[in-house]
């Protein structure tokens, strides 16, 4: 079994990025500039978002932070993302996930500049990709094709079976990985697939993306498969300073002796999703995307 080490592919990239800032301000340009807008103090949403100033930091970017309590309104959430739109100097933005309940987060996601959208959500980005056409990807589908990509796993013919129909990871990631850059067979299994476990155990890349931890179990993977474990369930633990601790949808001591791949958690696809915001916001400034 070989550890996918996504804390070193994404220290890595970060390396790549910071490079590519330098160059842009040793020709005069400006760096690129990542917004990030948080309502409400969700101890989750806090910790991503602080992860998302500190990354954007430590590549050279320049970022800004909007907070706004629970109770802010639709009305004035889509007057900062207006605002942010029409911000010459942020290339790209992001509104934190999920939303107050008074509060659309469709109409959110539909509100954002698609040339900004960094985090890949508004339906516009969303059809680009599936059809193929260059696109801000979804964080985390896109760092784990890039992980398949750095390890040199190959995909060509082989049974993929994503567990989970997110618009997030899921949906996107089954998408990605039936195109021709990456053709596997995608089955994209959910909460009603009959059989589960004979489903999982088809597959030669097994994506897990359900949200429940330690979800999949040895009898479900099949001898010599490549597993990413998407899940990042925080569960209260007594050993760390924060009181909790990260745990994945695989229960990696008993299913990484039958893998030939595994990703980790923490430290397999959690940094690639980090990173890979970094890299839509240079995709943004550098007017990749939209030409
Ligand atoms: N909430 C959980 N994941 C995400 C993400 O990738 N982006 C945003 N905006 N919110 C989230």
Do not use: W
């Amino acid at each position: 079994m070989k550890l996918i080490e996504g804390n070193k592919i994404a220290a890595e990239i970060k390396a790549e990025i910071a490079e590519q800032v330098k160059e842009l301000a040793a020709k005069g340009q400006k760096v690129p500039h990542l917004s990030a807008v948080l309502v409400g103090h969700d101890g989750g949403s806090e910790t991503y978002v602080a992860f998302k100033i500190k990354d954007c930091e430590s590549v050279g970017f320049k970022s800004s932070l909007h907070r706004y309590e629970d109770d802010v309104t639709e009305e004035e959430l889509l007057a900062k993302v207006a605002e942010l739109n029409n911000n010459p100097d942020v290339d790209g933005f992001i509104v934190q996930l999920p939303l107050p309940k008074h509060i659309s987060e469709q109409k959110v996601i539909e509100a954002i500049d698609p040339r900004k959208d960094v985090d890949g959500f508004h339906p516009e980005n969303v059809g680009r990709m599936v059809i193929g056409l260059p696109s801000f990807v979804s964080a985390t589908p896109y760092g784990i094709v890039e992980l398949l990509k750095r390890y040199k796993i190959e995909t060509s013919g082989k049974n993929c079976v994503v567990v989970g129909r997110s618009n997030i990871v899921g949906r996107p990631m089954s998408v990605l990985m039936s195109q021709k850059e990456m053709n596997t067979t995608v089955t994209v299994a959910h909460s009603r697939t009959k059989n589960l476990a004979e489903v999982c155990a088809s597959a030669d890349i097994l994506i897990a993306a359900i949200g429940s931890p330690e979800f999949l179990k040895a009898n479900m993977v099949k001898e010599g498969a490549v597993v990413i474990d998407v899940g990042t369930t925080r569960v209260p633990s007594s050993e760390t300073k924060s009181g909790f601790r990260l745990k994945g949808d695989v229960k990696f001591d008993e299913v990484s002796s039958k893998c030939s791949y595994i990703t980790p958690v923490p430290g397999g696809v959690g940094p690639m999703t980090r990173v890979s915001l970094l890299k839509n916001t240079l995709l943004a400034a550098t007017n990749k995307i939209y030409s």
